[in-house]
């Protein structure tokens, strides 16, 4: 049962344009959202998060935005930039310490 | 140390041998997590380890898996008779004691498995 989605395995946007990347979720009891960005052959790196009792968490070109009644989350890079190309990936934590994975974003930004 | 460490960061076994996957979580680090990715799909949860409680064994794929911690240190992820499914990336992640809001998990650079 997969909890947290991210339906788009991929994306490609050009240089210097928004970058959305989207995931949804299916248990209210989450309470923290995070994201994680991972290059090949490494291992995933944070991101950027944010608290449910937030809608939104900005920092520098990264933005996340959390919509709880859609039981959705958002993360925009603006402008992207070629050394953005990963995979991204959307979490979210149960209360317990307990982390939900999607299953990735892979982003393309294309010089 | 400064990170989640894992060895061997590339492993390559016949199938049917056993192999054992080691990570040394950050230090003080009471939560640890393991994962496996497979070619082209996403984060899956294995197993997660929290203080001195039961480990949530729910994700282990089969009982060719298991996983031990000594403590609140190093953890020994094995993997029994291996098959050419299990070849992965295996991700190993710590998170602090604080379970409250900033909380995060740090992830190791991995150990890759081939099976062959």
């Known amino acids: 049962d997969q909890q947290v989605k991210q339906n788009s395995p991929s994306l490609s946007v050009q240089e210097g344009r928004i970058s959305i990347l989207n995931c949804d979720y299916t248990?209210?009891?989450?309470?923290?959202f995070l994201w994680y960005k991972k290059y090949p052959a490494e291992g995933p790196t944070f991101l950027i998060s944010i608290s449910s009792i937030k809608d939104k968490n900005e920092d520098g070109r990264f933005t996340v935005f959390l919509n709880k009644s859609a039981k959705h989350l958002s993360l925009h890079i603006v402008p992207s930039q070629p050394g953005d190309s990963a995979v991204y990936f959307c979490a979210a934590r149960k209360r317990g310490n307990q982390f939900y994975f999607g299953t990735g974003t892979s982003l393309t930004v294309i010089p | 140390g400064a990170g989640v460490s894992q060895s061997p960061s590339n492993k390559v076994t016949e199938k049917g041998k056993d192999v054992e996957l080691r990570c040394d979580p950050i230090?003080?680090?009471?939560?640890l997590y393991w994962y496996r990715q497979r070619l082209g799909q996403g984060l899956e949860f294995l197993i997660y380890f929290q203080g001195n409680s039961a480990p949530d064994k729910s994700g282990l794929p089969s009982d060719r898996f298991s996983a031990e911690r000594t403590g609140e240190s190093v953890s020994t992820l094995t993997i029994q008779r291996t098959q050419q499914e299990d070849s992965a990336v295996y991700l190993c992640a710590s998170s602090p004691t604080d379970r409250g809001p900033g909380n995060t998990i740090y992830f190791g650079e991995g150990s890759w498995l081939t099976v062959v």
């Open positions: 230090s003080g680090h009471t939560a």
């Open positions: 248990n209210s009891m989450f309470d923290y």
